[in-house]
């Protein structure tokens, strides 16, 4: 389970009133019905499916989507599955790169699928460079902007 999913067990109470430090706290627990919430939102669902599937009004969801506290467990739960999906992306580039080798190399396949995977491999390989010196670039700037403070 994503951290600040867990409902507490209070029946959905909070149970102390909040304090300075908990106030900050991002992964504060959502009550049972922002987690439903969050599900849905995080599975492409619809405002009326929401409101369907939870049983609960239109003005509830909305009021639901901007407290703070759900803002910011949507999008630490949005980092969480993109962060995931390219850990199996990097997993996997290999045989992605195996695959459009093994295509473009081919003299049985078609010129034009060749000339696809060709293209396709070649504008991955710049993209990754481009990426590795905007990172390169970007620590450069924090470690100066660091320096200022």
Known sequence: MLPGLQPPNDGG????????ETERDALKPLRAREAQVLTLLLA???????????????????RIRTRPEFEVAIAAARSELL????????????????????????????GSDRVQAARN?????????????????????????????
């Open 13 to 20: 109470q909070r149970g102390m009133s909040p304090t300075p």
């Open 44 to 62: 492409g669902r619809t405002l009326a499916e929401i409101c369907a599937a939870t049983r609960i009004s239109r003005q509830t969801v909305w």
């Open 83 to 110: 962060s995931g999906v390219l850990h199996k992306l990097q997993n996997d580039a290999s045989d992605y790169a195996d695959v459009l080798h093994a295509l473009a190399t081919n003299e049985k396949a078609r």
């Open 121 to 149: 491999g070649l504008d991955l390989m710049f993209r990754g460079v481009e990426l590795f010196d905007i990172e390169d670039r970007l620590q450069k700037l924090e470690a100066i902007a660091g320096g200022r403070k």
